[in-house]
């Protein structure tokens, strides 16, 4: 069984991307795309979705992504991945239960590398019942 992701991303280059990524490194992965704040909550509130992981983009219409971080159960990994290079975000995230705050990388090739490092090291482990690597 793959992996249950959800990407709540409202970039569309970004979302693709990060779906090719992981397609490229042949990870075993179930990517579901929330495209909003409201639209990720309205996926996380479905009964039968109990995602491995979580990759939240901080900038996000009509919720912002620390309300959607606010809302998520403690036991899904939260990864924050933002371009935000403000480090007053990075303590925000962390402290309303980010196991991770990435920063998105500018380079095709690190920017791929980083979304399989955040997929292998937290939903991987997570989908199989093991405790997520410490930060």
């Not at 909003?36 to 992504?65: H, T, V, W, Y």
């Not at 935000?84 to 995230?93: G, I």
């Amino acid at each position: 069984m793959p992996s249950e992701v959800l990407l709540v991303e409202d970039n569309a280059g970004d979302a693709l991307l990060i779906g090719q990524a992981l397609k490229e490194a042949l990870m075993s992965v179930r990517l579901h795309i929330a495209r909003d704040g409201e639209q990720a909550l309205q996926i996380l509130g479905e009964r039968d979705f109990k995602p491995d992981l979580i990759i939240l983009d901080l900038n996000l219409p009509k919720l912002s992504g620390y309300s959607v971080l606010a809302f998520c159960l403690k036991t899904t990994p939260v990864v924050v991945f933002t371009s935000s290079l403000n480090d007053t975000d990075e303590v925000r995230a962390m402290s309303l239960g980010a196991r991770e705050f990435v920063r998105k990388p500018i380079e095709l090739q690190d920017y791929k590398t980083a979304v399989c490092r955040i997929v292998r090291r937290w939903a991987e482990r997570t989908h199989n019942g093991e405790a997520a690597l410490p930060v």
